[in-house]
């Protein structure tokens, strides 16, 4: 996690969206080269809603990472107070005097 915050955006893309983007225009190009302009423009309609959709994803998955660390350190301290009060307790049930003795 320090990796991530000390440099941003210098791992692998886990969602290959440079990839997908790069195929998409590559696939476009043959139909801009030809074919008639309704058939080019409905094609290039579609070849920008496929990357605005892979745009899209890489937002949400960036996002989606910082909402579970925000819930990954908030179970966390959770985890850590829970423990601390329950050592705390047991520390003060051993202060009692047995009533047998």
């Known amino acids: 996690m320090r990796y991530g915050r000390q440099f941003p955006g210098a791992g692998p893309d886990p969602l290959y969206g440079r990839l ?14 030809g074919g008639i ?22 937002a949400f998955a960036a996002r989606q990472r910082a909402e579970d660390l925000a819930r990954f350190q908030s179970l966390k301290s959770e985890i850590g107070s829970l423990l601390s009060a329950s050592k705390q307790t047991f520390s003060d049930s051993s202060d009692v005097s047995d009533p047998n003795g």
């Not at 998409?24 to 190009?29: A, G, K, M, P, R």
């Not at 080019?40 to 890489?58: E, S």
């Open 37 to 58: 302009l309704p058939e080019q423009i409905v094609l290039a309609v579609l070849h920008l809603l496929f990357i605005n959709r892979v745009r899209l994803a890489r």
């Open 20 to 33: 997908f983007v790069l195929a998409t225009s590559v696939n476009f190009l043959p139909a801009a080269l």
